[in-house]
Every structure is written in C-alpha cells, then in structure tokens.
C-alpha cells in the first residue's frame, strides 16, 4: 500500500465516503452541440440509485422500454456492521446520439480500484463525447466504437485529475442505429440479448 492509500486508510475518509450516483451534483457536463441550427444540451441520462424515487420526468424513454439502476455493495466492519461500499458503476443512456433521433446509445461502467468511481465516470463522459464526434459513426459504428475505446483509454492515462495507475473500469455499450445494434465491450462486464417472437430484448 503506497503512503497516501494508508494515510487515507488510516484515517477512515475512504470508507466514510459514501459516494452514490444520485449524489453527484455534476453527474455528467452539459455539452453543448457545434452542429448547425444552434446549441442544444445533449440528452443523456445516468443510472438511479437502486431504492432512490424515480424521477419520471428524466427519463429518455418510457420505463417499460428501457430501464436502468444502480446499487452499490456492502462490506462488514470489524464492529460487525455493514458499510456501504463506494458506487464505482457508471450506467447510461444516450438519446438522441450525435443529432440522430434513429440512434441511441446504451452503456455500463465498472470502475475497480481506489479510484474506480473516478475512472468510470471519465469513461462514461469521454466515450460519449468521442463516439458523437467520430466521423465513422454512421458508415462504420464498429470502428467508430473501436477507435473511440482506445482514444478514450490513451486520455485516461494522461488525465492528471484521475488516479488510473492502479484503478480502471471496465466498459460495454451497445449503439443501436436504426434496427441494428452494435456490442462492444472491455474488461469482464457483458451484455446479452434474448429474441422472442414479438421483440428483441437486451440486457448488460
């Protein structure tokens, strides 16, 4: 363990930290477009807290259609009680992508480490940024996504207000354009998808 980690240990701040998704102020920048026809705020949407009242309003499509939650873990104490652990998972959901109302984009991010929260929530802002801007988006999503996972690790690795030496996260999104939908995955998070007869239905 380095010195800050034990300094940090040693006081108690890191397991006092109770950091859930619904208490980030700045959950995600509002970004504002450089297409024509003006500045807009893109919509996007971050995962509530497993038990937090749901905000209907926020929400980018109808509940029965796309539902997402978050929840972070618990770990004993040496009193014997249960901590809430940090709230590392970032999960989002993106619409309309890049202008495009037939696009959207839906994703998952585990951070792992000390600083896990801080690194998927980097993911999490910077992927969305680079897939909109990519200019294969439309003609080659895969590459687009390909391309803009590299990208976006090469910048966390130089970000110097995030700690990624010996935390990280992992990261599945799944773009859908019109009625195809593309995976895309790193690290030990999955996603799946299960056909019925009357519709697709997918999960990660």
Known sequence: MSPPMEAEAASGSFRRRRLTVD???????KIESTRSGGKRHRSHRMSTELGTKLDES?????????G??????????????????????????????ADDRSTACFAVFDGHGDSG????HFTATATQLLLESHPALRTEPQRALRESF????????CEESVDSEMS???ATV??????????AWVGDSRAGARATRSALCAAW
């Open 174 to 183: 799944a773009l859908l354009s019109g009625s195809t939908l593309h995976l």
């Open 168 to 170: 990280g996260t992992t």
């Open 150 to 157: 590299l990208r976006v690790d090469a910048l966390l690795k």
């Open 117 to 120: 929260d801080s690194c998927s």
């Open 68 to 97: 997402t939650f978050s929840c972070h873990g618990i770990e004993p104490s040496e009193e014997g009680q249960p901590h809430a652990k940090i709230n590392q998972d970032r999960g989002l959901v993106w619409y309309p992508l």
């Open 23 to 29: 208490a980030l102020a700045t959950a995600l920048p």
């Open 58 to 66: 926020s929400l980018l499509f109808e509940k029965t259609v796309v």
